[in-house]
C-alpha cells in the first residue's frame, strides 16, 4: 500500500515501464528504474526527483494515452515530486504554505518589508529617503540590515538543511552516505544539466518537437543566483577584511558580480516561465503553475530591481528602490524552504544517491513505505 494516490499511480506507471524499457537511453530515471523489482514510496519519491521533466518519454512511450494503460510518467512523477517538497518541509507546521498561491504571499513579504524599511528611514532620518549621495547604510544602518536578513538567511539554510535531511533519510533510510565520488558525479551532472536532453533531442513542448532552450534558460537562472550570491559574499569581504563599505564602482567584484547575477536572473527566469506555457499541458504543468511563477517572478523582481538600483544609486530614486530590493531578497530568502527552490536540492540528493548507485551496481537500502 502508498501513502498516496499520487504514490500509487507513479508505482503503476513504473511497473509497466519497467516491463518494456523502451524508453531506457533518455535519461537517468530508467536505469535506477529498472534496478528495482518493487516500488516503495520512498523509491518513487526518488525516481520522481532524479526525473527532470524533459517530456521525451511521454513522446516515445507507446503506452500514453489514449492507449488503455494510460502511461504518463512526466505527469505522475511531477505529483510525486511535487508532494515530496511538502512532505519534506521543515518545519512541518509550515508546510501548507506549498499548497497557497505563492505569488501573493511573496509580493506581500515583500511589499511588508519594503514598508518596514521605508518607516524607519522617515522616522530615523526623513531626507536619506530622496538623497542622491548613493549611501546605502544612511537608509538603513549596516547593523540592522545584517542582523534583519542575516537572520533570515540563517533560518532559511536551517530549514532546508533539515528538509534535505528528512528527504535523505526518505530515499534510502539514516546512516548512509553516497561517498564522495558520487557527490562529484552528481556535481557534474547537476552543473550541466544532463539530464535534460531527453536522450539528446532536448526537452519537448507541443507544438514544433525537442528543444534545448530550456537549458539555456535553466543555466541562466540557476549561475545567475549563483553569481547574485558570490555578489554578496564579495561584499562581505570587502566590508569585513578589506574595510570597503558599500557602494562600491562598476569595476569592484561585487558590481561585477552582481550586474552579471542579475542579467542571468533578468533573461532565465521569463524564458523558463515562457517556455512553461508553451509546453503540452498533459505533461502536467498547470497543477504547478503557481509555485513554479512564485519562485521565477521572485528571482526575475530580485535581479530587475537589484540592477535598477545600481543604475539609479546616486539618484533620488535611489531610497524607494533599495527598499523594494532589499524587501524583494527578504522575501526570496524567506520563501526559499517553502517553495520550488527546494527541487534543486532534492534534485542533487537524487542525482547523489544515482551516481553511488551506478557505482555500486544495485540499489541503496529502498525507501521506507508510508
Same mark, same amino acid.
Not at 534535505?164 to 550541466?192: E, K, L, M, Y
Given at each position: /500500500?502508498?501513502?498516496? &494516490?499520487?504514490? =500509487?499511480?507513479?508505482?503503476?506507471? /513504473?511497473?509497466? #515501464?519497467?516491463?518494456?524499457?523502451?524508453?531506457?537511453?533518455? #535519461?537517468?530515471?530508467?536505469?535506477?528504474?529498472?534496478?528495482?523489482?518493487?516500488?516503495?514510496?520512498?523509491?518513487?519519491?526518488?525516481?520522481?526527483?532524479?526525473?527532470?521533466?524533459?517530456?521525451?518519454?511521454?513522446?516515445?512511450?507507446?503506452?500514453?494515452?489514449?492507449? &488503455?494503460?494510460?502511461?504518463?510518467?512526466?505527469?505522475?512523477?511531477?505529483?510525486?515530486?511535487?508532494?515530496?517538497?511538502?512532505?519534506?518541509?521543515?518545519?512541518?507546521? %509550515?508546510?501548507?504554505? @506549498?499548497?497557497?498561491?505563492?505569488?501573493?504571499?511573496?509580493?506581500?513579504?515583500?511589499?511588508?518589508?519594503?514598508?518596514?524599511?521605508?518607516?524607519?528611514?522617515?522616522?530615523?532620518?526623513?531626507?536619506?529617503?530622496?538623497?542622491?549621495?548613493?549611501?546605502?547604510?544612511?537608509?538603513?544602518?549596516? $547593523?540592522? /540590515?545584517?542582523?534583519?536578513?542575516?537572520?533570515?538567511?540563517?533560518?532559511?539554510?536551517?530549514?532546508? !538543511?533539515?528538509?534535505?535531511?528528512?528527504?535523505?533519510?526518505?530515499?534510502?533510510?539514516?546512516?548512509?552516505?553516497?561517498?564522495?565520488?558520487?557527490?562529484?558525479?552528481?556535481?557534474?551532472?547537476?552543473?550541466?544539466?544532463?539530464?535534460?536532453? $531527453?536522450?539528446?533531442?532536448? #526537452?519537448?513542448?507541443?507544438?514544433?518537437?525537442?528543444?534545448?532552450?530550456?537549458?539555456?534558460?535553466?543555466?541562466?537562472?540557476?549561475?545567475?543566483?549563483?553569481?547574485?550570491?558570490?555578489?554578496?559574499?564579495?561584499?562581505?569581504?570587502?566590508?569585513?577584511?578589506?574595510?570597503?563599505?558599500?557602494?562600491?564602482?562598476?569595476?569592484?567584484?561585487?558590481?561585477?558580480?552582481?550586474?552579471?547575477?542579475?542579467?542571468?536572473?533578468?533573461?532565465?527566469?521569463?524564458?523558463?516561465?515562457?517556455?512553461?506555457? =508553451?509546453?503540452?499541458?498533459?505533461?502536467?504543468?498547470?497543477?504547478?503553475?503557481? /509555485?513554479?511563477?512564485?519562485?521565477?517572478?521572485?528571482?526575475?523582481?530580485?535581479?530587475?530591481?537589484?540592477?535598477?538600483?545600481? !543604475? @539609479?544609486?546616486?539618484?533620488?530614486?535611489?531610497?524607494?528602490?533599495?527598499?523594494?530590493?532589499?524587501?524583494?531578497? @527578504?522575501?526570496?530568502?524567506?520563501? %526559499?524552504?517553502?517553495?520550488?527552490?527546494?527541487?534543486?536540492?532534492?534534485?542533487?540528493?537524487?542525482? =547523489?544517491?544515482?551516481?553511488?548507485?551506478?557505482?555500486?551496481?544495485?540499489?541503496?537500502?529502498?525507501?521506507?513505505?508510508?
Amino acid at each position: /500500500m502508498h501513502a498516496t &494516490e499520487g504514490l =500509487a499511480e507513479a508505482a503503476r506507471q /513504473m511497473t509497466i #515501464c519497467n516491463a518494456c524499457r523502451y524508453c531506457e537511453g533518455l #535519461c537517468a530515471v530508467f536505469p535506477a528504474l529498472e534496478r528495482r523489482r518493487d516500488f516503495a514510496d520512498g523509491d518513487l519519491s526518488y525516481l520522481a526527483n532524479l526525473c527532470h521533466d524533459c517530456g521525451a518519454c511521454y513522446v516515445d512511450c507507446q503506452f500514453a494515452p489514449p492507449h &488503455e494503460f494510460a502511461v504518463n510518467l512526466p505527469a505522475a512523477l511531477a505529483v510525486v515530486r511535487t508532494d515530496s517538497y511538502r512532505a519534506h518541509a521543515w518545519p512541518a507546521a %509550515l508546510r501548507p504554505l @506549498f499548497a497557497r498561491n505563492g505569488v501573493a504571499i511573496a509580493l506581500l513579504a515583500a511589499l511588508g518589508v519594503a514598508g518596514f524599511i521605508l518607516g524607519f528611514v522617515l522616522v530615523h532620518d526623513p531626507p536619506a529617503l530622496f538623497a542622491t549621495d548613493g549611501q546605502f547604510y544612511r537608509l538603513m544602518p549596516h $547593523g540592522w /540590515m545584517v542582523a534583519l536578513f542575516g537572520g533570515v538567511a540563517l533560518y532559511a539554510l536551517l530549514a532546508l !538543511a533539515m528538509g534535505c535531511r528528512s528527504f535523505w533519510r526518505g530515499i534510502c533510510g539514516p546512516g548512509r552516505s553516497p561517498g564522495w565520488r558520487a557527490i562529484g558525479q552528481a556535481v557534474r551532472n547537476a552543473a550541466a544539466l544532463r539530464n535534460l536532453d $531527453g536522450g539528446g533531442g532536448g #526537452c519537448h513542448v507541443a507544438e514544433d518537437g525537442p528543444r534545448d532552450r530550456r537549458r539555456l534558460f535553466h543555466h541562466l537562472t540557476f549561475y545567475g543566483f549563483l553569481l547574485c550570491f558570490a555578489a554578496t559574499c564579495a561584499g562581505t569581504v570587502y566590508h569585513y577584511l578589506l574595510d570597503m563599505p558599500a557602494p562600491y564602482p562598476w569595476y569592484q567584484l561585487p558590481k561585477l558580480l552582481g550586474v552579471a547575477g542579475g542579467i542571468g536572473l533578468l533573461v532565465g527566469p521569463p524564458g523558463l516561465f515562457l517556455g512553461k506555457l =508553451a509546453r503540452d499541458p498533459a505533461l502536467g504543468w498547470k497543477a504547478r503553475l503557481g /509555485m513554479d511563477s512564485a519562485f521565477l517572478g521572485m528571482l526575475f523582481l530580485t535581479g530587475l530591481t537589484g540592477l535598477l538600483l545600481m !543604475a @539609479f544609486r546616486e539618484t533620488s530614486a535611489m531610497g524607494i528602490l533599495l527598499s523594494v530590493h532589499l524587501g524583494m531578497v @527578504f522575501a526570496l530568502f524567506l520563501s %526559499l524552504p517553502y517553495g520550488k527552490f527546494v527541487h534543486g536540492l532534492y534534485r542533487f540528493a537524487a542525482l =547523489a544517491l544515482d551516481a553511488h548507485e551506478g557505482r555500486a551496481g544495485a540499489p541503496a537500502a529502498a525507501g521506507k513505505n508510508g
